[in-house]
């Protein structure tokens, strides 16, 4: 079993930064690939960043392309999103997830693949 913990999210202003962390408890975190989903209400869960087990591989969903960076300390168990250049669209309720399948290179986007979640962190941004 695998615990995932966010911290982080917050207020902030339009054009404002913050950087989203995910504390894994186990043993096996280098070996699982790991995502970041944001929620916002009344809408569905969606991918916002994966990055998989060595951090070598990553995604971005295209409206987050250049403003944020996803990853991973694999000695520290943790992986992060670094958020620049928020917009008042990117509030919403921010989840990691962790992918347990050791079979996979490239980082998967699908919220079914994805085996273990956090609780989730609200980001709010302001305009």
């Known amino acids: 079993q695998v615990q995932l913990v966010e911290s982080g999210g917050g207020l902030v202003q339009a054009g404002g930064s913050l950087r989203l962390s995910c504390a894994a408890s186990?043993?096996?975190?280098?070996?699982?690939?790991m995502g970041w989903f944001r929620q916002a209400p009344g809408k569905e869960r969606d991918i916002v960043a994966a990055?998989?087990?060595?951090?070598?591989?990553?995604y971005y969903t295209d409206s987050v392309k250049g403003r944020f960076t996803i990853s991973r300390d694999n000695a520290k168990n943790t992986v992060f999103l670094q958020m620049n250049s928020l917009k008042p669209e990117d509030t919403a309720v921010y989840y990691c997830?962790?992918?347990?399948?050791?079979?996979?290179?490239?980082?998967?986007?699908?919220?079914?693949?994805?085996?273990?979640w956090g609780q989730g962190t609200q980001v709010t941004v302001s305009s």
């Open positions: 997830a962790a992918d347990a399948d050791v079979r996979r290179w490239a980082p998967t986007t699908r919220l079914y693949d994805y085996d273990y």
């Open positions: 186990g043993r096996t975190f280098s070996t699982y690939g």
């Open positions: 990055i998989n087990w060595s951090g070598g591989n990553t």
